[in-house]
């Protein structure tokens, strides 16, 4: 297993850097104090590929219950967009059709005729579920 530093690994991890402490306190990432070049310093083990904290596990999950088509504006009108992308720190939805949000509003009830064409194109072509 490889160990890199808290900084090396909030970068590898795409986390905070207290992000990865909070993992370690909690048991989900193993640390251990390590000789370095200006005296002790804390070392981290990398986990295995397709490792994701406690918290963005939880966000999957609720996502997993949630129509990924959400409305780009709050007006709710125009088309629906199927997010690819949230963003870490805010939320900045990404669309599969590469238009960029600033929030997102959820579009249950909408219907086929609703959706953006390239976002349904480009779902269709990696093979994302269309519920």
Same mark, same amino acid.
């Given at each position: 297993?490889?160990?890199?530093?808290?900084?090396?690994?909030? %970068?590898? *991890?795409?986390?905070?850097?207290?992000?990865?402490?909070?993992?370690?306190?909690?048991?989900?990432?193993?640390?251990?104090?390590?000789?370095?070049?200006?005296?002790?310093?804390?070392?981290?083990?990398?986990?295995?590929?397709?490792?994701?904290?406690?918290?963005?596990?939880? *966000? %999957?999950?609720?996502?997993?219950?949630?129509?990924?088509?959400?409305?780009?504006?709050?007006?709710?009108?125009?088309?629906? %967009?199927?997010?690819?992308?949230?963003?870490? +720190? +805010?939320?900045?939805?990404?669309? *599969?059709?590469?238009?960029?949000?600033?929030?997102?509003?959820?579009?249950?009830? %909408?219907?086929?005729?609703?959706?953006?064409? +390239?976002?349904?194109?480009?779902?269709? +072509?990696?093979? *994302?579920?269309?519920?």
């Amino acid at each position: 297993m490889e160990k890199v530093t808290i900084q090396e690994a909030s %970068h590898r *991890l795409n986390l905070s850097q207290a992000d990865i402490r909070e993992c370690i306190r909690n048991g989900e990432l193993k640390s251990s104090r390590e000789p370095g070049p200006r005296g002790q310093r804390w070392m981290v083990e990398l986990p295995e590929e397709g490792w994701v904290d406690g918290f963005r596990a939880s *966000l %999957h999950e609720l996502a997993q219950q949630m129509t990924p088509w959400w409305w780009p504006t709050e007006r709710m009108a125009g088309f629906v %967009h199927y997010v690819q992308d949230l963003g870490i +720190e +805010e939320i900045e939805p990404l669309y *599969l059709c590469g238009l960029k949000g600033n929030n997102v509003w959820d579009a249950k009830g %909408h219907t086929e005729e609703d959706r953006c064409p +390239e976002c349904v194109e480009v779902a269709k +072509e990696q093979g *994302l579920p269309l519920w």
